[in-house]
Structures are given as C-alpha cells and as structure tokens.
C-alpha cells in the first residue's frame, strides 16, 4: 500500500510539539509526524500528496461513552424531539404507524420525547396514546433514556396489571383513582422495554451501518456500546459475522449479567473484526433532565425528594468484586452525588480487600461533588463528563438544583485544577454525537438561554480537545494506539475546515468535519468541502 503524505495545514499532534508541518501514513499506521522536508523523504517518491490547503488535520475522535445499538434502533423509532405538547407525541407516534403502513398488532417505538420542553410538562399517558394508536402496543421513550410510556395494549402484551408489583430502584405512575398511567422510569422501565421484540433484524442491520456513518460525519473513529446486554448478544453476534462493524466498537457488558461478558471472552483487550469487550456497566441512577439523579441533597422545589438508587450498596460492591475478579473495567453510571458516593465507597472497600479496579470510569458524573474530586482522584476513577448539558438542559438544571449545584454540573475546571484526567462524552442517542458541540460546551458553557455556567469550570479548547482524543484512548487503555499523531500510531485521522485552536471559541462549534480516516482509509467524506 502506498504512503500518503499530509501537508499545507495545521496539524495538531495533541502532543509535543503541538504542531507539525506534515504527517506521513504508510497503509493503517503513521509512519513520520514532523517537518515536510523530511516527511518528504520518508514518504517518498511514490507517495500519495494530500495538500491540506489550509484545512487542519487532527486524531479522529473517540467516543468515550454512547449505546450505538440504541443510535441504530432509534433510526428506525419515531423522533419525537421537536413535539411540542403530549397532543404532538400522539399524533407523530399515529402518523408514524400510517406512513410506514406498520402492520396491526405489531409493536411501535418513539423515542425522544423530553418533558421539559412539552407544554404540559408531562408525557402524554397510556389512554392518550390508546386514542391515536388504539391497535398497536406502542412504547415512547424519554430523550435520556431511562423513562417512557406504554399503552394500554403493550401493558397487556407484557403482561402488567393494576397488580403488578414495581421492581426496586424504579417507579410506575397511578393517577388519583390509583390506576397504573403506563409511565415508568429506570427499573421498571427498563425491564418492560426489554421484553419488547426488537426492531427487524434485518432493518436493524442496516441502520447499523447507518448509525456508524453518523459518528464518522462527525470525526469518530471509535465508538462505544454503552449497556452489551443479553437481547443484544445475538445482534453483536452477527455485526462480527457479516463483518459490518466499520468504526471500532468497545462493548461494556451488563454488569448484573456475567454471562454476556462471557460470551464475548475471546474478544477481551482485542479487536476482532473492528470489536472488543471492554468490560462491565452498570446503572447507579437516573437522569437529572428527568429528575431520577441521586442526590445528596433535595431537588430545590421538593423538599423530601432525593431521586433514587437503582442498586443497593451490597449489589454495587458485589458488582465492583466481580469486575477485579475478572480483570475487567467497571462504567458505572452516576449522575447525582449521592450515586457519586456509592461508587467511590464501593471503589474504596474492595480496595481496601485487596481488589482495586484499573481505570474505572464514573459515566457523566453530572453532579458530581467537588468535595468528592479528591477521592475520585484517589481511586483513580477517570470521570467522563456529558459536558453538553450545560448547552441542551443547564436551564433544567438551574430549575431542579439551583444556580450555584447547576453552575458546578460537569466540573472539568476543578478537575482539571486537580490534574484529574477526564474524557467528554454524547451518550447518544441521547444527543448526536458531535463532538465538536461537545469541545465548545466545555470551552463555553453557555445555555440555550445564552447564561454563562460556572464559568470557572470552563476549560481550554486544547484540554477540551485532549478530553476526546488522548484522554479517551487512555480511557479505552489504547494510549499507544491511538489519540495522538506519533509514528507507530494507527492512522486515526479526522480533517476540519479550521483550526479548533485558531478560532474564536465562540465558533467551535461551526466547524466543519471533511473527512474522517480510520486505519488509514477514508470513512466519511464531505464532498461538497473535499480535501483535494
């Protein structure tokens, strides 16, 4: 394979030096990071010349967490993002069934729906859901993921009465006759959602390669499956076999289910057809958007409302153990403090037993307590921040906890003051997995309202950008495959229009993603901006 030679634009290393004049790629690897008079005799004569023209040249993006099964599922889910009211929901969920002539009987799923921005400030309930989609079981699911609704029909599908009993660390809504609403959250949720049928293997494959071309339009290179659970083992199972997995895909499996971690043993610390298992996730608590984060402290309009664990501290600790055991990587998924808290007490007595986590990850760490920084650091807990909050819910959250808890949300400043390694992340589906948003979230922390957010938790786009390239790979414990531009290094590249560090801040996010290069082949081309 020939050599391809990059010059003519700025490119950043995300090392030292920080800027080179040129890069030269021999096939999936970099072979030479420097000046273009040497790049040009360790390319040769025969090397392919890319001239930037200006353009800068960086390491492709990581995603350092997101489910990219649920970003494929949700392809083929009614997008309620835009409704504006629980009427809007109903008729979009309708509407969906008409236009893709979606048999009787068989299941419909939207997802996307957030109570804040409905005018009722509530989901429509299953009987306003029974109206427009009478002959179809039909679920809707919070933007965040962790609560929805089911129509009467899905209840009945899946079994649920006035009696059915609700699971621990989850809820299920009755109005004032004590009948059940058909919303739930976290637990009760989830274990409804999945004895759901899945979407059409087929169509679902499909929209696989769709989802991955999505993260690659926006500069990533290698992605995260977020929550490997049981129904999605045979799914995985065939990406791997028809070899359709083109980005690098980490999978975490359920943490409360070894048997999928088991399943994919082979796959450990190495890809096999673009896949690994990185470990083990597991749900500590809800989402703040949605009022289901632990807290330490009341949300500021209900006194005696904390949110709620999903796991007892017994289950927490038996989960770490079982991590250590294996010698694998624990996400833990923490939003509120107090579920801050239960991770780092569990961290520190299976430490204490002789059983300490390599790298273990505390996943959005949302309102994560600055006096709680010193012990993250401590465990050596790499927090990954789901930075664009302060952009897409800082005005919920100055709602729910308060200007000064809402202008800590995301503490990468204080993080940084502590020299505390932190990653960036999406979860999509949540939001798109832009990347770029994400740095000028961090840079900027403004809200849709235009309010500056705890200003000193803003950081540099130069740490903002390491966040998702040299701090995720170190995350992924690939720091010596990727990440940075350093010959030996896999050839991981993305092109932007502009130089992150050279623009005004206020504009990061305008920046355009031309091309994305993973192993050294191109995987997403914007041709109307090409490199030549």
């Given at each position: 394979m020939s050599d391809i030679l990059y010059f003519g634009g700025p490119i950043l290393t995300m090392t030292e030096p920080l800027y080179a004049q040129a890069l030269v790629t021999e096939g999936a690897f970099i072979r030479y990071v420097g000046s273009l008079e040497e790049a040009e005799c360790a390319a040769g004569p025969d090397a392919r010349r890319v001239d930037l023209a200006g353009r800068a040249l960086l390491p492709a993006f990581l995603d350092a967490h997101s489910h990219l099964a649920a970003t494929a599922n949700g392809l083929l889910q009614a997008p309620l993002e835009d409704c504006a009211d629980g009427r809007g929901v109903c008729q979009r969920m309708a509407d969906f069934i008409r236009e893709r002539k979606i048999p009787q009987g068989a299941w419909v799923k939207g997802k996307g729906y957030d109570q804040n921005t409905l005018a009722e400030g509530a989901p429509p309930d299953r009987w306003a859901l029974d109206r427009t989609c009478p002959d179809h079981p039909v679920v809707i699911q919070h933007?965040?993921?962790?609560?929805?609704?089911?129509?009467?029909?899905?209840?009945?599908?899946?079994g649920v009465t006035e009696d059915t009993t609700c699971p621990a660390g989850g809820s299920m809504a009755r109005d004032g006759a004590g009948r059940l609403t058909g919303y739930m959250e976290e637990n009760a949720f989830f274990s409804l959602l999945s004895q759901a049928p899945m979407?059409?293997?087929?169509?679902?494959?499909?929209?696989?390669?769709?989802a991955q071309d999505r993260y690659a339009a926006h500069g990533i290179a290698t992605v995260q499956?977020?929550?490997?659970?049981?129904?999605?083992?045979?799914?995985?199972?065939?990406?791997?076999?028809?070899?359709?997995?083109?980005?690098?895909?980490?999978?975490?499996?359920?943490?409360?289910?070894?048997?999928?971690?088991?399943?994919?043993?082979?796959?450990?610390?190495?890809?096999?057809?673009?896949?690994?298992?990185?470990?083990?996730?597991?749900?500590?608590?809800?989402?703040?958007?949605?009022?289901?984060?632990?807290?330490?402290?009341?949300?500021?309009?209900e006194p005696d409302y904390r949110g709620y664990p999903t796991l007892t501290d017994d289950q927490v600790y038996e989960r770490v153990c079982l991590a250590a055991d294996h010698g694998l990587q624990l996400l833990a998924h923490c939003n509120g403090d107090a579920a801050?808290?239960?991770?780092?007490?569990?961290?520190?007595?299976?430490?204490?037993?002789?059983?300490?986590?390599?790298?273990?990850?505390?996943i959005h760490a949302q309102l994560l307590g600055l006096d709680q920084l010193e012990q993250v650091k401590a465990l050596g807990v790499i927090p990954s921040f789901f930075v664009a909050h302060v952009y897409h819910w800082g005005e919920v959250h100055v709602e729910n906890f308060g200007p000064s808890r809402a202008a800590e949300i995301s503490p990468a400043?204080?993080?940084?003051?502590?020299?505390?390694?932190?990653?960036?992340?999406?979860?999509?589906?949540?939001?798109?997995?832009?990347?770029l948003?994400?740095?000028?979230?961090?840079?900027?922390?403004?809200?849709?309202?235009?309010?500056?957010?705890?200003?000193?938790?803003?950081?540099?786009?130069?740490?903002?950008?390491?966040?998702?390239?040299?701090?995720?790979?170190?995350?992924?414990?690939?720091?010596?495959?990727?990440?940075?531009?350093?010959?030996?290094?896999?050839a991981d590249l993305v092109i932007l229009s502009d130089d992150p560090l050279a623009v005004d801040p206020a504009a990061i996010r305008e920046i355009q993603v031309l091309e994305t290069i993973k192993a050294g082949t191109t995987i997403y081309s914007n041709q109307e901006k090409k490199v030549p």
């Open positions: 933007a965040s993921g962790h609560m929805g609704v089911f129509n009467s029909l899905a209840l009945e599908r899946l979407e059409d293997p087929a169509q679902l494959l499909a929209a696989f390669s769709d499956e977020g929550m490997l659970s049981a129904p999605l083992v045979p799914l995985y199972q065939e990406l791997i076999r028809q070899d359709r997995l083109k980005l690098d895909v980490v999978g975490y499996a359920d943490g409360g289910d070894p048997a999928v971690a088991e399943v994919f043993s082979d796959y450990r610390a190495k890809y096999h057809r673009n896949f690994k298992l990185g470990g083990y996730k597991i749900f500590l608590d809800g989402s703040p958007q949605g009022r289901t984060a632990w807290m330490r402290q009341p949300y500021v309009d801050a808290k239960q991770f780092l007490s569990a961290l520190e007595k299976a430490a204490a037993a002789g059983r300490k986590l390599d790298r273990p990850v505390m400043g204080s993080a940084l003051a502590l020299d505390l390694p932190f990653t960036f992340h999406q979860d999509a589906p949540v939001i798109q997995p832009d990347m948003e994400t740095v000028w979230c961090a840079v900027n922390r403004r809200t849709k309202a235009g309010r500056l957010l705890g200003p000193e938790q803003r950081v540099s786009t130069l740490v903002a950008l390491k966040a998702v390239t040299v701090n995720a790979a170190h995350q992924y414990f690939e720091e010596n495959q990727k990440g940075s531009l350093v010959p030996g290094k896999r």
